[in-house]
């Protein structure tokens, strides 16, 4: 199933930034700003996009850290790697590193991050995975250190509503619904000073906590 999702991304990596601006009509890029000025995002920080796909939010962070900064983006699509590295290339940033890996075995050492984010992809990570990823994320968030989660908001509208759950159960997951009614429940525990804000384009919420020191 996992390889079947990798390959469905390779494909769409084609035409995914296309689809995102049409989908999300963010042509000004406020999504991206917006989660980089919530995660606190420091010159010199070394900062974690999970799931980074294309690398937009990868891309934004890399220019808020600076030179002395690292921005690593993850994701086990080599196609949507394929992608970042292009655009990477194209606005010089060599301080962003991408990896081709899964979000629920992260390839790093403990806390070497001062934030770590994953936008609009973790519902897509089914039980066993959504839980080791998310003690993968507070394994290399440095304590004090940022998460923050980009995630679809339920459209309005029973239409619509029947659409965006159909699209996410293609996508393999079965528990969407309490996914996205509860998604700060994900963060309990290993987080804490939990927000959840709405992004200004209307269609995605972004819930944030801090690494909780080691009891
Ligand atoms: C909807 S896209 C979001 C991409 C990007 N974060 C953005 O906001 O545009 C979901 C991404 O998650 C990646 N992905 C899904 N499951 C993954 C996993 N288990 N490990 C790593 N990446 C994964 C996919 O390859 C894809 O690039």
Excluded: W
Aim: hydrophobic letters at 35%.
């Amino acid at each position: 199933m996992k390889g079947l999702r990798r390959g469905y991304y390779n494909l769409f990596s084609r035409v995914y930034d296309g689809f995102v601006r049409l989908h999300s009509g963010d042509t000004e890029g406020l999504l991206r700003r917006f989660i980089a000025e919530r995660v606190k995002l420091a010159p010199g920080d070394r900062t974690l996009d999970l799931c980074t796909g294309t690398g937009s939010v990868a891309l934004e962070f890399a220019r808020a850290v600076g030179e002395g900064g690292m921005v690593v983006g993850l994701d086990f699509s080599h196609g949507m790697l394929k992608k970042a590295q292009e655009k990477s290339r194209r606005l010089n940033s060599p301080n962003l590193h991408l990896v081709e890996a899964d979000a629920s075995m992260l390839p790093f050492k403990d806390s070497c991050f001062n934030a770590v984010t994953c936008s609009h992809a973790f519902y897509e990570l089914k039980g066993p995975d959504r839980k080791r990823a998310i003690e993968e994320v507070a394994r290399v968030t440095r304590e004090g250190g940022r998460f923050c989660l980009m995630e679809h908001a339920e459209p309005e509208g029973r239409v619509a509503k029947l659409f965006f759950y159909l699209r996410i159960r293609l996508l393999g997951s079965r528990d969407a619904r309490g996914f996205f009614e509860n998604e700060s429940d994900i963060l309990r525990g290993r987080f804490q000073r939990i927000t959840t804000e709405m992004a200004p384009t209307g269609k995605s919420k972004l819930i944030c906590g801090e690494r909780r020191g080691v009891l």
